[in-house]
């Protein structure tokens, strides 16, 4: 379901930015910005065209949550 999706986005891209990765003697702090977007069944559903528009919906987000600020989820 969307909101488990989600949720679970969101827990992974607060995990990351709280976790440091050594390189060398460097702690690196990494962040996610994410594009999320659903598969809509009655514009979507067995039409090639509608799942590149799913593709399209998913960018948008990424494409937003990083002009936005980055660090984000954003959900299309």
């Known amino acids: 379901p969307r909101e488990e999706a989600y949720a679970t ?5 607060e ?3 709280q976790t440091p990765y050594n390189h060398n003697t460097n702690k690196l ?3 996610a910005s994410i594009g999320m977007t659903e ?4 514009v979507d ?3 090639y065209e509608g799942s590149n528009a ?3 919906r998913a960018d948008q ?3 937003e949550a990083k002009q936005t600020g980055k660090n984000k989820l954003i959900f299309f």
């Open 61 to 63: 987000a990424l494409y």
């Open 39 to 42: 598969f809509n069944s009655e």
């Open 45 to 47: 559903v067995d039409n």
């Open 9 to 13: 986005l969101q827990e992974f891209r």
């Open 29 to 31: 702090f990494i962040s």
């Open 54 to 56: 799913v593709y399209t």
């Open 15 to 17: 995990r990351l930015i």
